[in-house]
T-cell receptor, first 114, second 115 residues
């Protein structure tokens, strides 16, 4: 069965600083990988996705993520964080078949200091 | 023009009661889901329906029963509520094809508090 680990529960960065959120996955085949963002009191919104091909994927709001098979990682990055980026970020892995289930990590809460 | 809507947004009830949460999507999607998010923000899928057919049924107590009257609606009925059912419940929808099924659109959530 697939699983996702997000080792950082909380991260605080200053506005304008760069950001990297870590995600490690466990899956027997080539994974489908995702980052979702949850703003306070809201549902989740898809930031970006990786299915195959180029290992560096671009998403919305200036985010990008890099798939590294050798490290089983899919870290999320942003070169310059804005105060509005403060939210909870979830990494997820998908497995085709059996209902195309998404398995989420436990999330990383991002705080942005002004 | 809300894409995925849920009602109610907040639900406070006593142990032993029966309650329902409703979900509607206007995206024309084939598949709908229910997720439970616990107090530690851990998000776990409960059910998914594709064109009114149950596709995913995770290990969930049978007190929870999803009902899909049509492909735009997926309701969640919970019998004999327990304290441990307190959580935020999210509805989501997606297309069914291999790629799009993971691009799920979430509703705003229903915060259920059982006292």
């Amino acid at each position: 069965a697939q699983s996702v680990t997000q080792p950082d529960i909380h991260i605080t960065v200053s506005e304008g600083a760069s950001l990297e959120l870590r995600c490690n996955y466990s899956y027997g085949a080539t994974p489908y990988l995702f980052w979702y963002v949850q703003s306070p009191g809201q549902g989740l919104q898809l930031l970006l996705k990786y299915f195959s091909g180029d290992t560096l994927v671009q998403g919305i709001k200036g985010f990008e993520a890099e798939f590294k098979r050798s490290q089983s990682s899919f870290n999320l990055r942003k070169p310059s964080v804005h105060w509005s980026d403060a939210a909870e970020y979830f990494c997820a892995v998908g497995a085709w078949g059996g209902g195309n289930k998404l398995t989420f990590g436990t999330g990383t809460q991002l705080k942005v200091e002004l | 023009d809300t894409a995925v809507s849920q009602t109610p947004k907040y639900l406070v009830t006593q142990m032993g009661n029966d309650k329902s949460i409703k979900c509607e999507q206007n995206l024309g999607h084939d598949t709908m889901y229910w997720y439970k998010q616990d107090s530690k923000k851990f998000l776990k899928i409960m059910f998914s329906y594709n064109n009114k057919e149950l596709i995913i049924n995770e290990t969930v107590p049978n007190r929870f029963s999803p009902k899909s009257p049509d492909k735009a609606h997926l309701n969640l009925h919970i019998n004999s509520l327990e304290l441990g059912d307190s959580a935020v419940y999210f509805c989501a929808s997606s297309q069914q094809d291999r790629v799009s099924s993971y691009e799920q659109y979430f509703g705003p959530g229903t915060r259920l508090t059982v006292t």
